[in-house]
């Protein structure tokens, strides 16, 4: 009995001791000397992003999941300055936009072989985008400025065509694979999605001015945020993270303990989201990167091995197979980062190593009597 119940201790705290630790830390490579923007993250632990260099070319990054860095390759275009990246498919094909910022814009996707691209479209490209993570069909949002109007297309590698969606101020921030969308109202900055259909909005709650749904998984669980006036005028205070659920509707996700407001980037087909906390110090504010499981948030600082180097300041993205991707610290330089779910052992495994930490606790008693 006694071996039992020693047996049963030694397992459960080899048990949680592991659970302390449940991601590797993988720096993304500077694009060239310069930085980059993280945009998008696949299931193979493949990151895109925006990089511009220390001699001030611009274009479009891919990472691999080892955090070499590559650029994609940019056809000519007269006229176009933003090389965009929208996001990255789990079979690899890079989409996004070229853009002459607030005139036209060209839609491309790349296979890592060639190149395709749209017709050009009127408005400007940076307003909304998202795109289907299996097919990688874009669906985009444009501001044309001379209309004074949102409008939507849809590109299936071959001819954008306008779509009739939802209404047409509104701004497009994500869809899933079953044809579920997420974005805001541009006239009174009210979130909106529309699934099966059916078109659900979530006004600004008390003291907040603006709220959006930034993303949305398979089982039509959407994430997003709601701000303050005093975070548009200064970035500092106050930020709500949101949760939709088609059973609970729509709820306020805790902040990690001891920071004022939170963001969310994405959220999983586990329905795992991702973003940061913020915090405030005597001189001023930092984040840290935080992820939030059946609600509740949990500090990815925590999740890492101690001495790392790293500080997880924010996180943008989380693949459906645990891949996370963010910007930090490491030994005080800014990085971005790739945090990969770190295996862990079985029951088996640990129930071995504890067996022979008992056997041999029992040996050491034997001799000593």
């Given amino acids: 009995m006694k071996v039992g119940l020693t047996l049963a201790w030694v397992l459960t705290i080899a048990i949680s001791a592991n659970a302390s630790v449940q991601y590797n830390v993988i720096a993304l490579q500077d694009f060239d000397g310069g ?46 300055v933003d090389w965009i990246p929208y996001g990255i498919t789990n079979s690899g094909v890079v989409v996004g936009a070229y853009s002459a910022r607030s005139t036209t814009f060209t839609l491309f996707a790349w296979d890592g072989h060639n190149t395709y691209v749209s017709p050009q479209i009127v408005g400007d490209a940076r307003t909304g985008f998202a795109f289907n993570s299996t097919t990688g069909v874009i669906s985009v949002s444009t501001f044309a400025g001379t209309t004074n109007e949102d409008r939507a297309y849809t590109w299936d590698w071959r001819q954008p065509t306008q779509i009739p969606f939802v ?91 001891g920071s004022f407001a939170s963001g969310i ?34 500090d990815l600082n925590s ?8 500080v997880l300041g924010s ?33 088996g495994e640990l129930a071995v190593a504890a067996l022979g930490f008992v056997l041999g606790r029992l040996r050491r008693s034997s001799q000593c009597v």
């Fill in 35 to 80: 930085d980059g923007v993280l945009r998008g993250l696949n299931n193979n632990g493949q990151t895109v992003g925006w990089g511009s260099t220390l001699t001030g070319q611009n274009g479009t990054i891919l990472w691999s999941n080892n955090g070499a860095a590559s650029p994609v390759p940019q056809p000519p275009f007269t006229g176009m």
């Fill in 167 to 257: 209404a047409s101020d509104h701004v497009l921030t994500a869809t899933n694979n079953l044809g579920s969308t997420t974005g805001y109202v541009r006239a009174n900055s009210t979130a909106w999605l529309s699934i099966g259909g059916q078109v659900f909005t979530y006004s600004p709650p008390s003291g907040y001015v603006t709220t959006r749904f930034i993303d949305i998984n398979d089982n039509n669980i959407a994430v997003g945020y709601a701000l303050s006036s005093s975070d548009i005028t200064n970035n500092t205070q106050s930020r709500l993270a949101l949760l939709y659920t088609p059973d609970a509707g729509v709820t306020i996700l805790p902040n990690l303990a």
């Fill in 265 to 298: 980037g994405s959220i999983n087909n586990s329905n795992v989201a991702v973003g940061y906390s913020e915090f405030t110090t005597p001189t001023g504010t930092f984040s840290h990167g935080a992820e939030w499981i059946d609600g509740q948030p949990y």
């Fill in 303 to 310: 999740l890492i091995p101690a001495g790392s180097g790293w």
């Fill in 315 to 347: 996180t943008g993205y989380i693949s459906d197979t645990g891949y996370i991707v963010g910007s930090g610290t490491y030994n005080g330089t800014i990085m971005n980062y790739l945090l990969v779910p770190a295996p862990e052992p079985s029951t």
